[in-house]
């Protein structure tokens, strides 16, 4: 199996910077993209930005082009997640997961991510 652990959530003011970690373990062959997905309260799950793992290619929401950065650390079998310029709307649950299928460019599908972590909160005031 394939686990996934979330961290560095947390309170922040509009305009301040988090950085999200996910860290992966366990069956760790056949990964080709890892995602970060949010949740806001009474929504439903939307795509926020993804990496293929071995040419760390990237793909964004538009909603957060230009204000987060997506990376990896191959040998810590990490995924980031740079926050910059925080708004009130980025306030959610984030969501890593792993897509086991081939991809040249991460897809913003929920459906084509196999794996899912817990999630780890994330609030932003005004």
């Known amino acids: 199996q394939l686990q996934l652990v979330e961290s560095g959530g947390g309170l922040v003011q509009a305009g301040d910077s988090l950085r999200l970690s996910c860290v992966r373990s366990g069956r760790t062959t056949g990964v080709h993209v890892m995602g970060w997905f949010r949740q806001a309260p009474g929504k439903e799950r939307e795509f926020v930005a993804g990496?293929?793992?071995?040419?760390?290619?990237?793909t964004y929401a538009d909603s957060v082009k230009g204000r987060f950065i997506i990376s990896r650390d191959i040998t810590k079998a990490t995924v980031y997640l740079q926050m910059n310029s925080l708004k009130p709307e980025d306030t959610a649950v984030y969501y890593c997961a792993v897509d086991r299928t081939f991809k040249t460019l991460p897809t913003g599908r929920a459906q084509d991510y196999e794996y899912w972590g817990q999630g780890t909160q994330v609030t932003v005031s005004s």
């Open positions: 990496i293929t793992w071995t040419s760390a290619r990237t």
